[in-house]
């Protein structure tokens, strides 16, 4: 051996990240995507079953950010968009959350694609999104959360 060389040694995880490692290797292979599947259908019973946009300033639950200070938050009304959407009304959809709107075709292939190869072997291309689109994407979303509070036209309109 060289002087100062010392052979790399794999970490070991601690106890918990072992014993969730080890639980994900012996579940059946259909246990992630029908546990995804549920949450995203509670999510979207709940914001079926509510009606959002009625919903009274204040009333819960409601965003902290706005409720404290006022200004909307780069979510929010992306439950009013789900709504009008499960509804099929996607222009009040993308008044509510256009980036949200934008995103939802992208996240279900995402999810379909995962799911169909992990548990039915299917080859569906794979959406793989560069550093640069989630950069540009990001950015766009900080820029469109910014406009959206501003206070005259024709940005008022944004506001939700």
Known sequence: MTAGYQPYFEPQGD???????????????WLAPAAALVCMAGAVG??????????????????LLKYVTGFICP???????????????????????????????????MYVAWAGRRVFGWNLPQLT?????????????GVWSVLRNLPWAPFTYLYV
């Open 129 to 141: 999104l560069s550093p640069r689109v989630l950069g540009t994407f990001i950015a766009v979303w």
């Open 46 to 63: 709940y914001t079926y079953a509510t009606h959002p946009a009625d919903a009274e300033p204040g009333a819960a639950p409601s965003c």
């Open 75 to 109: 979510g929010c009304g992306g439950t009013r968009a789900a709504w009008y959407l499960l509804h099929g009304d996607l222009p009040a959809a993308a008044r509510h959350h256009a980036l949200f709107v934008f995103a939802v075709p992208f996240l279900l292939w």
């Open 15 to 29: 106890r918990f990240s072992r014993f969730l490692q080890r639980k994900w290797h012996e579940s059946p292979v």
